[in-house]
Each structure stands twice: as structure tokens, then as C-alpha cells.
Nanobody
Framework: QVQLVESGGGLVQPGGSLRLSCAAS????????MGWYRQPPGKQRELVAT???????SHADSVKERFTISRDNAKNTVYLQMNFLKPEDTAVYYC?????????????WGQGTQVTVSS
């Protein structure tokens, strides 16, 4: 059973920074890709950023130049550094990891961490 545990959320003022962490219960090399998603109040979950097991990254246009995804393989942890936060970044942030076995995809999710950007 794979467990993903997020931490680092909280309340921050506009323009501030937060770093989210996602600790996995197994080697993150076993996942084809890991990523961060978010779900703003009353909206659908959306992709924020991804990182492959080879280290390639992708960020949503809405967070480019402000958010950075990274990984520490020794700690089995993926991070999301969030700078210049805006009120519209307020959401529950979820860590995702998936494995590919043949054509099948197996997704794993964390429990989510709340990020609130408000003055």
C-alpha cells in the first residue's frame, strides 16, 4: 500500500511563499511521474505541476514563474515551492503519484493540504 503524506500548507498573505512537501512511503523511483493538483473552493481539481522519474518538469501556465516542483530522491519526497502567492491560489493541494504497468495506470493520492492566501 502506497501512502503519500502532504505537509506545509497554511495561511499566507498575498505575495508570500509556502513550500509544500509530499513524502512517499516507498521509493519515488517506482513512480513514473509525481505531481501536485489543487482544488479551489467550488471548482474542479486541476493540475499544477508534474515531475517525471527522470526529473523532467511541467507547470501549469497559471503558476509558471511562481511555482517550482522538485524532488529529493534520498528522502522520497516531492516539493512544491510557491512564491508570489495570489488569492486565486487558495485551494486544497493534493499530491499525486502514478505507476504504469503495461497500458494500465495506477494512481495514488495524498489526503490534501489547505493553502489559503488572504490578507
Amino acid at each position: 500500500q502506497v501512502q503519500l503524506v502532504e505537509s506545509g500548507g497554511g495561511l499566507v498573505q498575498p505575495g508570500g511563499s509556502l513550500r509544500l512537501s509530499c513524502a512517499a512511503s516507498r521509493s519515488i523511483f517506482s513512480f513514473y511521474e509525481m505531481g501536485w493538483y489543487r482544488q479551489p473552493p467550488g471548482k474542479q481539481r486541476e493540475l499544477v505541476a508534474t515531475i517525471t522519474n527522470g526529473g523532467s518538469t511541467s507547470h501549469a501556465d497559471s503558476v509558471k514563474e511562481r511555482f517550482t516542483i522538485s524532488r529529493d530522491n534520498a528522502k522520497n519526497t516531492v516539493y512544491l515551492q510557491m512564491n508570489f502567492l495570489k488569492p486565486e491560489d487558495t485551494a486544497v493541494y493534493y499530491c499525486n503519484a502514478y505507476r504504469k504497468i503495461g497500458p494500465a495506470r495506477y494512481d495514488y493520492w495524498g489526503q490534501g493540504t489547505q493553502v489559503t492566501v488572504s490578507s
